[in-house]
């Protein structure tokens, strides 16, 4: 870890597995939504739930545009980052799938070895990859998701992975690796109730 640390390093001194890796959030969805009881809370209660439970969910939290599935991940990145609700605080990282490509094929043209980059993605105890459906489905995507999805489910980390495609799209683009651990591990979380962009909701 460099002498510097940036304050926004996790508080989780003395635990080897926890390199300074940048949140990630986007400016938007930095201020977590309202605290209630109404359904979307719930899921977000649901989902932050599952992680640091050390069972390693990989979930597909999937819905169309709108429904507030960015701000959802990112309140659960939130919460578990800063230890919330008396938890232990853990390392994050949220990334949309583009921004993860982009980054892994940078080792190309960099001193950085793919490897390093992966275990970028591999280490924090919750990753987000967000608009899993903004992707070229190449074979070198492919095997880069297929990766880092798996190493994280043998080191038994949560892995929310979020597209605006339905369950049956997400099962042909992720492919079958990724699908079968997502069925045993994790699951299906829908979201899909009002489009808060179109003026829905509170
Ligand atoms: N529970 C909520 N209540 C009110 N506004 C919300 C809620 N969830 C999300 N939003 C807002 O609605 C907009 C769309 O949410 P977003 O998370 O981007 O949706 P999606 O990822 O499903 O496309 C954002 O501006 C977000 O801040
Ligand atoms: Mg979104």
């Not at 508080?11 to 201020?31: A, D, K, N, T």
């Not at 690796?177 to 699951?187: K, P, V």
Request: proline letters at 7%.
């Amino acid at each position: 870890m460099p002498a510097s640390t940036p304050s926004t390093t996790p508080p989780s001194p003395g635990r080897s597995e926890v390199v300074y890796i940048p949140f990630g959030v986007p400016e938007r969805f930095r201020v977590p939504i309202h605290e209630g009881d109404d359904p979307w809370c719930r899921k977000r209660a649901e989902l932050w739930g599952m992680v640091g439970t050390g069972k390693g969910a990989i979930v597909l939290i999937h819905g169309p545009r709108g429904r507030g599935k960015t701000q959802m991940v990112c309140d659960v990145c939130h919460f578990v980052r800063n230890g919330l609700g008396g938890r232990k605080p853990v390392n994050t990282r949220y990334t949309t799938a583009m921004d993860l490509f982009r980054d892994i094929r940078g080792a190309f043209n960099s001193d950085t070895r793919e490897l390093d980059l992966i275990q970028r993605y591999a280490t924090p105890a919750l990753l987000v990859i967000d608009e899993a459906h903004e992707r070229g489905q190449t074979d070198f995507e492919g095997r880069v998701l297929t990766e880092i999805v798996d190493k994280r489910y043998i080191a038994m980390r949560e892995t929310f992975i979020v597209t605006n495609e339905t369950p049956e799209q997400a099962q042909k683009s992720l492919g079958p690796s990724i699908w079968s651990r997502m069925t045993q591990t994790g699951g299906l979380v829908e979201v899909n109730w009002v489009n808060y962009r179109a003026g829905g909701g509170k």
